[in-house]
């Protein structure tokens, strides 16, 4: 592991196999190997999109200086901010998964229920993190870049899957 981090870029879509297992896209689990020497998967609800943010063990602490940071601004402007919430929010619904050299995982429960996942997951890159989305919601959410929902639409095509 170097010491700068890698980004997470690119997208692919991955079949989901009826006990939930599933495989991180090569071009996402490089980086993923690159920034943590452990096999472990963190995977939280995304606040502002309708999809799961996934990242590497080692992000927890980029994190956690980022939400000091943002607390830190909101107490210089005289906002108020909730220090539990905001560690519940970021800490405590996070879900934990080992993934083999493949990158195969079992998802977690809630998040296949959460997102409605069943046969497929559209994989996007997304600098610090990576994003898993239910492929049907983001063709059909209008807040998604055209871009995303396009590349998304014609894996979907290329595997004949069902839209």
Not at 72 to 89: I, N
Not at 104 to 119: N, Q
């Amino acid at each position: 592991m170097s010491g700068e981090r890698v980004l997470y870029q690119g997208y692919a879509l991955q079949a989901v196999d009826k006990k939930g297992r599933l495989a991180i896209p090569a071009c996402l689990r490089e980086a993923l190997l690159e920034n943590s020497s452990e096999r472990i998967l963190m995977i939280a609800d995304e606040a502002d999109l309708p999809c799961m943010v996934a990242y590497d063990r080692g992000w927890s602490a980029e994190l956690k200086a980022q939400v000091a940071e943002d607390q830190k601004f909101a107490r210089d402007q005289g906002r108020a901010f909730e220090r539990a919430t905001d560690r519940l929010k970021n800490f405590g619904n996070v879900d934990s998964v080992a993934f083999d050299e493949a990158g195969r995982f079992i998802l977690p429960d809630y998040v296949a229920d959460d997102l409605g996942l069943t046969d497929y997951a559209f994989f996007t890159g997304g600098d610090e993190v990576f994003h898993i989305w239910n492929p049907r919601r983001l063709i059909a959410d209008p807040n998604v870049p055209e871009g995303t929902r396009k590349r998304c639409l014609f894996e979907m095509k290329k595997k004949g899957a069902v839209l």
